[in-house]
């Protein structure tokens, strides 16, 4: 059963946030009709919003977010020094590799994009970028992290994830999926055969310490057309290396 937020006023504010982040911009009644809110409330919430600093209105009469958000973004960010401590790394990864490197955090039963540093020769739009969310187990980064929980842990993630079959290869079947995380400990990385987005494969590595479940990790992203099986097997080499560099670095703060 889906949960209600219980303070309803809360639910509405940020439910226009959250629309207005996906939009240069929209009118009231575009933002009514899409949140199912009459138009007085939604006139009050943006009313508020306005006040709060959070949103202005273009000439056009248009609602749109401003910096304030970011520098939210920015504040809350500034407080993962982990980032600076893995960004050097991250870069060496993709000058090795010529390929995009992502840098997530686990949050519940998904992995948030924490850092991302693009490849200069891409030829395919990758669906990630800062701030985005993807399922733990449907991805590289997500089933690397996985491999470290325990059974239980395990369990509770599928149950409470919305298991669908993205792309043709999707693990869907939870022994299937148990079976991969075995697989993940034994050689140390987890790879994304096309499972979460068609035309990209991934590698992927967790970073936890010994004896905890990861809440970080790591992947390099590629288009098909880059990566076979030699060259995922290459590039599974050099994650693994620099996962372990990575380690000695953040180790005490993990």
């Known amino acids: 059963m889906e949960e209600k937020n219980p303070i309803q ?6 439910g226009v946030v959250e629309f207005l982040a996906e939009r240069e911009s929209s009118g009231l009644m575009e ?26 209105q273009t000439e056009e009469g248009k609602y749109v977010l401003t910096m304030k958000i970011v520098e939210l973004s920015g504040k809350v960010m500034s407080r993962f020094d982990i980032i600076g401590l893995v960004r050097p790394h991250l870069k060496s990864l ?47 980064v997500g089933k690397a992290m996985a491999a470290t929980f325990s059974p239980d842990e395990v369990r509770r993630m599928w149950k ?29 990385y987890a790879i994304d055969d096309e499972e979460n987005q068609l035309g990209v494969r991934c ?22 057309s880059r990566m076979d099986d ?19 670095a953040i180790r005490p703060i993990l």
């Open 160 to 188: 409470e994830s919305d298991i669908k079959k993205l792309t043709p290869n999707t693990i869907t079947d939870y022994l299937d999926f148990e079976d991969t995380l075995a697989r993940i400990r034994e050689e140390g």
């Open 31 to 56: 933002i009514a009709t899409a949140l199912e809110l009459n138009k007085s409330t939604a006139h009050r919430i943006l009313t508020s919003l306005q006040y709060m600093g959070y949103v202005r």
């Open 94 to 140: 993709m000058e090795l590799t010529g390929e995009t490197v992502h840098f997530v955090k686990r949050d519940g039963n998904e992995a948030i994009y924490i850092d991302k540093v693009e490849a200069r020769s891409n030829t395919i739009q990758m669906v990630s970028h800062i701030g985005s969310r993807i399922p733990l187990y449907c991805s590289g």
């Open 9 to 14: 006023v809360a639910d509405r504010l940020f």
């Open 230 to 248: 030699t060259r995922l097997l290459k590039l599974a080499d050099y994650m693994i290396k620099t996962r372990n560099e990575i380690l000695e």
């Open 203 to 224: 590698v992927a590595a967790d970073l936890s310490a010994p004896g905890k479940s990861a809440e970080y990790a790591l992947s390099i992203s590629a288009p098909v």
